[in-house]
């Protein structure tokens, strides 16, 4: 399966920069500058950030933003609409490294954003494409 993958550099991505974990601290927190805003800390680290091609596609021919759905919603465990028992699950994972995954709709289509346990990589996927 082909993937899009989000670096530094790319424009959606430019104003992102990941801050390494507070050495002095046994936190698993990082904080996230976005576009000069305040300063968010996520729950995890989301890796290296890809979508499927489908999912590029339905997200640019919508104008829709991958960032919201990173930033502001799965790093920051709303885990959108997930059932009350993958939420408790979801919950479960960030606090002992297990695989992390949300469910959102944007412009009338359901989508899967998946943390890998390791955490070295986010994907944004349609569910049939799983």
Request: charge should be negative; charged fraction near 20%.
């Amino acid at each position: 399966m082909n993937f899009v993958v989000f670096l530094l550099g790319i424009p959606t991505f430019t104003e992102i920069k990941m801050m390494k974990k507070d050495t002095n601290t046994n936190s698993n927190m990082s904080a996230i500058d976005v576009h000069g805003a305040q300063k968010k800390v996520s729950l995890f680290s989301c890796g290296t950030v890809v979508a499927t091609p489908a999912v590029m596609a339905h997200f640019s021919e919508n104008n829709i933003e991958i960032e919201p759905y990173l930033i502001q919603r799965h790093l920051q465990s709303d885990w959108g609409d997930v059932s009350p028992e993958d939420a408790i699950a979801n919950d479960f994972a960030v606090e002992n490294g297990l695989r992390i995954l949300s469910a959102y709709v944007a412009a009338n289509r359901r989508f899967w954003v998946i943390t890998e346990a390791d955490r070295s990589a986010t994907t944004f996927l349609f569910p049939e494409e799983y």
